[in-house]
């Protein structure tokens, strides 16, 4: 079907597209707020590269994030979209919504994007980070065109909707510190069993997001891959030069004696450039590192930890179910003791225990938060599983005051008191000096003007708003 494409307006500066009388588009900056049609309040966010142009077809990247800051989520692509000359674009969705409404806004904005610019049908992927990722794993099950998903730290949410008939390439991006690791090297499992291309990218810092440089490799995987399909032309120049820049980054791991990720970094170089060149020289180093003695040794090292990662996995997601339900508070203190034993694996000189310590932080912060939004979800919520998880989130993460406050809010509304007061005096001890959003705390109109309250108010802060005298 053929579309008309609204006429360019060249300027000194940037190119300009009008689109109806509603749309200005800019090329190299991004867009907000653009709407999806007259009939709906549905918007979304656009970047074109600065050397767009109308007179050929474009990949387009719909980008995702689920908590609101999708001109933030979209920034971080930029540079690996002006470098690999990729469209973005990212929906306004909401964590509120349910997956159906907002893989509707993903299909709608898909379409609007597809009207009102030359975006080859073909050369549509889905990317996104944690929750946005997990999202855009989805996308491409639901979303027929989209051929791909770009997953920053995130595995794919749901084994069973996969299936062969359906197909997709699928990219991942992590690092070992990431507690989705594990779960990122079983799902490449899964896809290899189905048949799906696919790649796991790893970057070495502990770091949440990649550098861009990890960002731009995917999107050069998606165009190799796209080439392979011969939805467009090969590229002989392209794909030498991408195929170096691998080789040059297997031997700058391999100096720093980083044999696992050189390793790991080879598997992914033969899944990809099989079809365009004969990798039996790859091959051979790869077979000579495998053979490598230190190799070996770090192999050990990693399956070992990772061995331990499993049973402690299982012992923490089996006592959290538990000590929910039965509102195990006695039991805090073994959680305390195991946030100890994590810290000294984080903190150790085992390089793979440190990642696993790492890991394991992660996953326990992970299954406390899930229980968390389970429990708030429900009609009647059962307040004392929700102060237990919000206690052990102060063990997890000691220095992030909104657990106290949260405590503090839900002790007070329950009129218990000296619980509050022991939370409080925690928070004010690490640091907490913000007294307005104290003061403002839903539900402690009572706990304030009580003399214990305004004593420690006064005694870490000096700024204690009520003198309660007690004769």
Do not use: C
């Not at 065109?145 to 699928?170: Q, T």
Request: cysteine-free.
């Amino acid at each position: 079907m053929s579309k008309k494409y609204v006429p360019l307006f060249f300027a000194m500066i940037a190119m300009q597209i009008v689109v109806s009388q509603q749309i200005v588009l800019k090329k190299g900056a991004i867009l907000q707020a653009l709407p999806v049609n007259d009939s709906v309040s549905d918007t979304f966010s656009l970047y074109l590269p600065t050397n767009f142009t109308t007179e050929k077809q474009w990949p387009l990247l719909l980008v995702f994030d689920m908590d609101g800051k999708e001109k933030q989520t979209l920034s971080m692509f930029l540079n690996a979209a002006e470098e690999e000359g990729y469209v973005l674009a990212a929906p306004k969705l909401a964590d509120s919504l349910s997956l159906s409404d907002n893989m509707l806004i993903t299909g709608r904005t898909f379409h609007r994007v597809l009207d009102i610019l030359p975006i080859g049908k073909s050369r549509v992927y889905a990317a996104g980070a944690g929750s946005g990722g997990r999202f855009a794993n989805l996308v491409p099950l639901f979303v027929k065109e989209v051929k791909g998903a770009l997953s920053v730290g995130a595995s794919i949410a749901n084994v069973e909707l996969l299936s062969p008939k359906r197909p997709f390439h699928f990219i991942g991006i992590s690092n070992k510190n990431n507690y989705n690791y594990t779960s990122m090297r079983a799902m490449k499992r899964v896809l290899d069993r189905f048949r799906f291309p696919n790649q796991l990218l790893l970057y070495r810092q502990s770091k949440d997001w990649p550098e861009a440089g990890y960002l731009s490799k995917a999107l050069q995987y998606f165009t190799l891959a796209a080439m392979r399909k011969r939805v467009i032309p090969t590229d002989s120049a392209f794909v030498n030069k991408v195929y170096a820049d691998d080789l040059k980054k297997v031997n700058e791991l391999k100096s720093l004696k980083k044999f696992l990720l050189a390793e790991q970094h080879m598997v992914e170089m033969m899944s990809i450039y099989g079809v365009y060149k004969n990798l039996d020289s790859l091959r051979m180093v790869q077979k000579e590192l495998r053979r490598d003695r230190i190799f070996k040794g770090m192999k050990r090292g990693e399956n070992a930890a990772m061995l331990k990662e499993s049973l402690l996995k299982e012992d923490y997601q089996y006592y959290i179910e538990e000590d929910v339900i039965t509102h195990n508070f006695n039991n805090l203190g073994w959680w305390n003791y195991q946030m100890t034993e994590l810290d000294k694996f984080r903190k150790g000189t085992n390089p793979y225990e440190k990642e696993m310590g790492n890991r394991l932080l992660g996953y326990v912060n992970a299954l406390a938060e899930d229980n968390i939004d389970i429990i708030n979800s429900e009609a009647l919520i059962d307040e004392d599983a929700l102060a237990f998880l919000y206690m052990l989130k102060t063990i997890l993460e000691p220095e992030n005051f909104d657990f106290y406050l949260n405590i503090i809010s839900l002790s007070a509304k329950n009129e218990d008191f000296g619980t509050a007061l022991f939370y409080l005096e925690e928070a004010l001890k690490k640091g907490f000096n913000d007294a307005d959003r104290l003061y403002d705390l839903e539900d402690t109109a009572l706990l304030r003007i009580d003399s214990k309250f305004n004593e420690l108010v006064s005694k870490y802060l000096k700024d204690a708003r009520y003198q309660i005298n007690e004769e």
